[in-house]
């Protein structure tokens, strides 16, 4: 087993949280005083738009762009937002991270602040992180004390505040734009841009809200350089690590940060103690709930945004969810769209209306109550929900639409059998 | 009624920020620990601290998972049901704790303790199958396990 | 300019226009439910799909989030495109109920139309269907979510466009909610809308519940009366009834909108004490009957007093025919010249308003909705011009700074500053803004007149109570502003404030400005009565001939001072030394009892009219039935009928402008139509304001502006007045309008008394302090005609050392002296 760089999960010892004097031991906050000391907020973001660092929410958007486009003139007070709703199924590293090495994404969420003239920073957290909550909010008083945070600090020009935002649980609020209302103390729902979030977010304000992970790279980029962080991957396509959830049917379900572009046999084999006993690998949803369920072919496929973008799938959050031989993937599907159909927002017909819909379908296939007929409809239906207000619903029926594609034999066979093969 | 000293510390924390309305899943959350569930005068309380209606904060306390409109237990158990736990037993823990307290999903056990409802994934797939008790974690979870853990909150409670 | 083609047509549109917008104007009616021209897009129903196949966008994609640019070609027809909006609509109907056949939306429900247009007819999903509970909303509206499509077009109107807060969207996902928080009455005025806006039937008319379809009903352009604005509706009815009345899109005055005052306003015209037979001394008559009785009686008047003993007084709920009927007849018969306001200060104020009221000045509602700084001088909205406030509103959610100076506790559904000034310092205080806000670089250029007016502002650095802090800020934004508009009112402002506000307006043009005015009257066709009424001729002068003995017969045409007149007593006892009353109305009103001779006349649903509103905008309305009583009331509850004549039963009663024509005996010989032309001829030849009416054709759907200032050379003539009143103790009384309660037509409505609020006194809380008085109190105020008792409401918004009494029907308010508007505060006591 190859050991790999360890970036963000550096010193992680089991239940053990890193201390800001830890951090600071292992070369924390060099990065934050390397950017006020010697950058300028051009400079930062140029670093960080070169490091080809995508963000790691899950739409894989390149950081550096979004930060590019907070107009040099627009209108204060700005706001950096990161987002630790973490609600993907599967995925866990936000919470890994908090657990790990909190001052790590405060020093990102900083930086970041600093290259767009940020006054407030906001950490959203999802309710189920209420000790991840408790963490952050002792740890950034911490680095308050220690001049990371608050007025003048490391005695630069530079004023940043961060508070935490407990979230009141939903899945839609992990969106960007849904989080924004959230935060503004609206229902949550979507908003489509234009005008983007970095134009008018927050109280019509400029914003930029990255993932946990995302703002965890950035001190790094900064102390190492942006080559240094694109060598991290091991194909040309990815940049960095990547921290890889991996649960299901492995022997040791886990958070591994690895370099981006790792084949997935190597993760399920190598650090996930590979399949549980007795267990083949079928197939897999390669980044959480909401991308495709990846066939045994691509068993060997190496893990990066493009490379799963190349086999019609997609990277998301790195959540690997394996499933082996005895796993009904019609009755997984009904699963997640039982997940789906519970966390729509409710704002548009497609997500609303069309995933019970789909729910009920797969529920009756599933029971052996299946009809031939019902297989156009869910094609049609996972077809027409990518015209849904939001990402969430293409999101919804990716499974879906992956379990008709390399699946039909087996959702063919509930009906056939009017059973479930499985059961 | 309000306590002064909760009431106080909201007004305070409200007062604080540039729009009162930012803090309503905090407030939300504060009276629902006060009073155990958001009641409707906790709905409308809310409301009056923060300058918004009462339909305002129901368009939101109606909206999120953590917020209770109807009276719950003690201890709420939110059983997570996604993907990697129904996997890893879901049904058989849910069924374990029904019979244990004698309840129904959604259902409040007699002695007033316990509430149980399903949740969609708590980020513990890690720790599959997992559950959360007024916001704290437990997994992987096992018929033992469980008993352990409800012995120590009935003894606690 | 964008050029976008769609469907193989091009159109050129207006940056900003959304495709959606472009296709209607090509006439592509492209399916929607959350889109709405008065809302605006939020993508929602995704049911307006259609298919970019060149440009920056492609595939399929929601015409109403899109703009149309340069290089799009559009296809509505594409297949992916209807396939899409075929699934939206299955999605739609999954849960509905089809319950069609017991819907009152049923007939003009959007839903049914894209049912059935979108192709989904045959139901595939086999689940169950989700059943929500209904919300009692009070008595206009009727809710049935099993209906709702999850439009939001409900809670973005009532909250975003109509500023209330009662009424939104709760739960999530398919559990998607939209109501109250707890059941009960809703609180905005224009809730009705709601029925209009609602593209099912989730929110219907309750009034109007199981009554019929809309193919079913004679619908008809109308008018609202219910207040000076003159907002377009529809009226509905059915069985010789008026049912129903909705809002009529007019992009001059309401938009797509009405206040319920408006839409359940109607409720006179149908009522079963609805007088519809003449009457003289008690005894029913004939029309004809009736008429030769009072022709008889009137000319014993003549030979023994003289034809001037003999008034007749209008009101401005008349139709233009009837007022100018009025005068024509009283100038042939030699009468005294006749009363149409109730008192002389009012008749002051609206024809100095109507005066000084120029083209370049004058600003029609919706102009109103883009102001970026509104003055509203002594006016309350909410409660005189309810859809008012709403344009207001609309100003706001644009930027504008909406300033009121009033004395009452004005509330508004919007942001904005009051000042509650008393009526004397309305004008000092805005007048300070101004004078603060003007540059003197700006002012150096003025000519002489309106530099002088500008340095008469200064002066007036009395009473008001505000600081000079808010002045300082308004100043700040009128000082930038670029569309101000004045908003002035004429019922409780002082004498000179009409033309004061027009001469602030002027100024503003002059510094630059494209200042705008905009009055609101008292009553709906107060504009053509202000014009047709002489100076210093009011009920109030007619009551004083009455007492002094030189009138002796009195008409009363469509008017009842009762409702009115502050001193009840004094009115009682001059109706009481008549030797003659004769009243023609369409309503059962107070008078009509004590009247010796009676005569039914027609409503503006019968026979349509002409109604000026307060900016002079002429407008006509047809009838919108034929009028008779109501099958309901004729058959028993029976339908049909089992008496059959071949007269339509109750249609006896004639316009008022009618029966008046008849007392000078051209009614007779000429047809209703060639009357009205007859009106309108002799109006133009005879009434100096009119001869720039337009004929009857040339009035196009939306009316036509007539304007008495031709520009504006008059302003600037009109003295500064002093401002403030003399601190003497005593607490000034102001008579004034609610929303509900106080107009006198909507007040038959039983639907809205239901709403109105138990009419309640008003009065600052330094006033109760000082009288040891609370609110909820109950107190009676003793005045020499009487007590008036009700429950005190103890406000802060308002200015000190007054009373607001509301005109309301419900309350015996009128125990005060003419002239009387102040009283001691030892006549305030608590009753316990
Ligand atoms: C339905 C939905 C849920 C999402 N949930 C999350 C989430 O829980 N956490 C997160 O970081 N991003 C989430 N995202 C992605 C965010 O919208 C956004 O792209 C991301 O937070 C931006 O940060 P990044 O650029 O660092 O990835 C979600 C997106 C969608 C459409
Ligand atoms: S797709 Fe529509 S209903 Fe679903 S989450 Fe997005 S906006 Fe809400
Ligand atoms: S009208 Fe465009 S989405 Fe509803």
Redesign the pocket.
């Known amino acids: 087993m190859e050991t790999y760089p360890q970036i963000l999960l550096e010193n992680r010892k089991p239940d053990h949280i890193n201390t800001l004097a830890e951090y600071e031991q292992n070369g924390g906050y060099e990065g934050l005083k390397a950017t006020l000391q010697q950058h300028s907020e051009s400079d930062i973001i140029q670093m960080i738009d070169e490091s080809n660092l995508l963000g790691r929410g899950g739409a894989a958007f390149p950081t550096g762009f979004k930060l590019k486009t907070v107009a040099t003139d627009a209108p204060l007070p700005r706001y950096i937002v990161c987002n630790a709703d973490e609600m993907e199924p599967g995925t866990f590293k936000d919470r890994v991270l908090i657990h790990t090495n909190p001052h790590m994404m405060i020093e990102g969420i900083i930086i970041a602040g600093y290259s767009i003239k940020a006054e407030k920073g906001i950490i959203f957290i999802r309710p189920e992180y209420e000790s991840g909550a408790k963490i952050l909010e002792r740890e950034l008083k911490l680095a308050e004390k220690a001049g990371y945070l608050g007025k003048n600090i490391l005695g630069s020009n530079y004023a940043l505040e961060i508070v935490v935002h407990r979230s009141g649980g939903r899945y839609?609020c992990g969106?960007v734009t849904?989080q924004l209302n959230a935060l503004m103390g609206k229902r949550p729902?979507?908003m489509q841009p234009p005008p983007y979030p970095t134009e008018k977010g927050l109280w019509d304000l400029p914003t930029v809200l990255s993932n946990v992970e995302t703002f965890a790279y950035m001190p790094h980029i900064i102390r190492h350089g942006p080559d240094w962080f694109k060598d991290l991957a091991t194909t040309d396509t990815g940049a960095g690590t990547k921290i890889f959830c991996i649960s299901g049917k492995v022997n040791q379900p886990g958070a591994y940060e690895l370099p981006m572009g790792i084949r997935l046999s190597e993760i399920i084999n190598e650090y996930a103690g590979g399949m549980l006993n007795g267990a083949e690998f079928k197939a897999c949803l390669p980044g959480g709930a909401s991308t495709g369920f990846l066939p045994k072919e691509h068993y060997n496929i190496e893990m990066d945004f493009e490379s799963l973008k190349k086999v019609g799938n997609r990277l998301g959050t790195g959540a690997i969810m394996v499933f082996d031989q005895h796993t009904c993937l019609v009755d997984a599907t009904l699963n997640l769209t039982e997940f789906f159909a519970r966390e729509?927002?409710?704002?548009?017909t497609?997500?609303?209306e069309g995933l019970p819909y789909i729910r009920d379908l797969l529920a009756r296939i599933e029971n052996g109550d299946g009809e031939q007929d019902f297989i156009p409809i869910l094609e049609d239906m996972g077809k027409q929900l990518w015209s849904?207000?939001?990402?969430?619903?293409p999101g919804a029926v990716a499974p879906l639409q992956s379990l008709l594609r390399h699946f039909r034999e087996e959702v063919e066979a509930h009906i056939h059998q009017k059973a479930c093969p499985f059961k | 009624m309000l306590p002064d000293e909760l009431r106080e510390a909201l007004e305070k924390q409200i007062a604080h920020v540039d729009h009162p309305r930012e803090l309503v899943v905090d407030a939300m959350l504060a009276l629902q620990d006060h009073y155990g569930y958001l009641s409707d005068e906790a709905v409308e309380q809310t409301a009056a601290m923060l300058g918004m209606s009462a339909l305002e904060v129901e368009e939101l306390s109606t909206f999120y998972t953590f917020i209770y409109r109807e009276p719950v237990g003690k201890y709420v158990i939110h059983v997570c049901d996604s993907l990697i736990c129904w996997m890893d037993g879901f049904e058989s823990i849910k069924n374990y704790l029904c019979q244990k307290l004698d309840i129904e999903v959604g259902g409040t056990s007699a002695d007033g303790l316990f509430t149980l409802l399903p949740v969609c994934c708590i980020g513990y797939c890690d720790r599959a199958p997992a559950m959360l008790i007024n916001r704290k974690v437990y997994g992987p979870l096992t018929p033992g396990k469980i008993d352990q853990i409800l012995e120590k909150l009935r003894s606690e409670a | 300019m964008p050029k976008i083609i769609i469907d193989d047509r091009d159109i050129e549109v207006a940056p900003g226009t959304k495709v959606i917008e472009a296709a209607e104007q090509l006439g592509i009616m492209i399916p929607r439910f959350c889109y709405h021209p008065a809302l605006g897009s939020v993508g929602a129903c995704r049911v307006c799909a259609v298919k970019f196949l060149q440009g920056p966008f492609k595939g399929v994609q929601m015409s109403c989030m899109v703009d149309a640019q340069d290089d799009m070609v559009v296809s509505t027809t594409d297949e992916e495109a209807v396939a899409f909006r075929k699934s939206v609509i299955e999605w739609l109907m999954l849960h509905h109920p089809h319950d069609c056949p017991v819907c009152d939306a049923g007939g003009h429900c959007l839903l049914q139309d894209m049912t059935v247009s979108g192709g989904h007819g045959i139901r595939r999903y086999p689940g169950k269907k989700r059943t929500y509970h209904d919300q009692y909303l009070g008595p206009l509206i009727q809710h049935e979510m099993n209906r709702c499509i999850h439009c939001y077009r409900c809670s973005r109107f009532y909250q975003e466009f109509n500023g209330y807060r009662d009424l939104g969207a709760m739960q999530s996902a398919n559990q998607t909610y939209f109501g109250r928080f707890e059941e009960g009455i809703l609180e905005s005025p224009f809730s009705g809308n709601l029925i209009d806006i609602c593209p099912t039937g989730v929110y219907t008319d309750k009034p109007s519940r199981y009554f019929g379809r809309r193919w079913d009903y004679e619908r008809s352009p109308s008018l609202c009366i219910n207040c000076s604005l003159g907002c377009h509706t529809i009226a509905s009815s059915r069985y010789r009834k008026v049912v129903r009345q909705e809002a009529r899109l007019n992009e001059a005055i309401n938009g797509h909108f009405i206040c319920d005052r408006g839409r359940y306003g109607f409720s006179y015209n149908s009522l079963k004490q609805r007088p519809r037979t003449a009457l003289f001394d008690g005894q029913t008559a004939s029309i004809d009957e009736g008429l030769a009785v009072l022709k008889q009686r009137l000319q014993a008047i003549v030979d023994t007093d003289g034809s001037a003993a003999i008034a007749c007084a209008g009101s401005s709920r008349n139709s233009l025919e009837t007022l100018a009927m009025i005068k024509r007849v009283s100038q042939a018969r030699s009468w005294q010249p006749p009363a149409y306001l109730i008192d002389d200060a009012i008749t002051a104020k609206v024809k100095t308003a109507i005066s000084v009221l120029d083209p370049d000045l004058a600003v029609e509602m919706r102009e109103i909705e883009s102001a970026d700084f509104v003055a509203v001088l002594g006016a309350d909205p909410l409660n005189e011009a309810p859809m008012l406030a709403l344009a207001l509103r609309q100003a706001q959610r644009k930027g504008a700074t909406i300033a009121v100076f009033d004395p009452r506790p004005v509330c508004l559904p919007c942001e904005f500053t009051h000042l509650p000034a008393d009526p004397d310092a309305i004008h000092t205080g805005f007048g300070a803004v101004i004078n603060t806000a003007l540059d003197a670089a700006v002012v150096d250029k003025l000519d002489a007149p309106a530099r002088e007016f500008y340095s008469s502002l200064a002066a007036g650095e009395q009473t008001f109570t505000f600081q000079q802090t808010e002045i300082d800020t308004l100043a700040e934004k009128l000082k930038t502003c670029q569309r101000p508009v004045m908003v002035c009112g004429t019922e409780i402002v002082s004498r000179q404030t009409p033309a004061l506000a027009a001469d602030c307006a002027a100024l503003l043009q002059a510094a630059g400005k494209a200042a705008g005015l905009f009055y609101v009257m008292p009553g709906t066709n107060a504009f053509a009565a202000g014009l047709l009424t002489d100076e210093n001729v009011s009920v109030e002068t007619l009551i004083t001939a009455i007492e002094q003995g030189s009138v002796k017969a009195l008409i009363l045409v469509e008017c009842n001072p009762l409702w009115q007149f502050p001193d009840r007593q004094r009115i009682e006892q001059a109706l009481q030394k008549l030797e003659l009353l004769a009243v023609t109305d369409y309503v059962n009103s107070e008078v009509v009892p004590k009247a010796n001779i009676f005569l039914p006349t027609t409503t503006l649903y019968e026979s349509g009219g002409i109604y000026i509103n307060q900016e002079g905008r002429v407008q006509v309305v047809e009838p919108a039935y034929r009028g008779g009583i109501p099958i309901a009331e004729t058959g028993n509850g029976d339908h049909p009928p089992r008496i059959y004549d071949s007269q339509i039963p109750g249609v006896e009663p004639q316009a008022a402008w009618q029966i008046l024509a008849q007392l000078i005996d051209i009614g007779q010989q000429i047809n209703a139509n060639d009357l009205r032309t007859d009106i309108q001829h002799w109006l133009i030849k005879s009434e100096s304001g009119f001869n720039q009416l337009p004929g009857l054709a040339q009035i196009p759907p939306l009316g036509t502006r007539f304007f008495q200032a031709p520009n504006s050379q008059k302003h600037f003539e009109c003295q500064q007045p002093n401002g403030g009143s003399t601190d003497d103790g005593r607490l000034e009384v102001l008579v004034t309008e609610r929303t509900f309660g106080t107009e006198e037509l909507s007040a038959y409505s039983a639907c809205l008394q239901e709403l109105a609020n138990a009419p309640c006194i008003c009065m600052h809380s330094s006033d109760a302090q000082q009288l040891n008085l609370n609110d909820g109190d109950q107190v009676a105020l003793e005045l020499n005609g009487g007590v008036i008792e009700a429950r005190l409401q103890v406000v802060e918004n308002m200015a000190p050392a007054m009373l607001i009494i509301p005109r309301d029907g419900k309350l015996n308010w009128q125990q005060m002296e003419t002239g009387q508007t102040r009283i001691r505060r030892d006549q305030i006591r608590k009753v316990e």
């Not at chain 1, 849904?388 to 619903?393: E, I, L, Q």
């Open positions: 839609i969106e849904a729902n979507p729509s927002c409710g704002w548009c497609p997500c609303r849904a207000y939001c990402a969430y619903a």
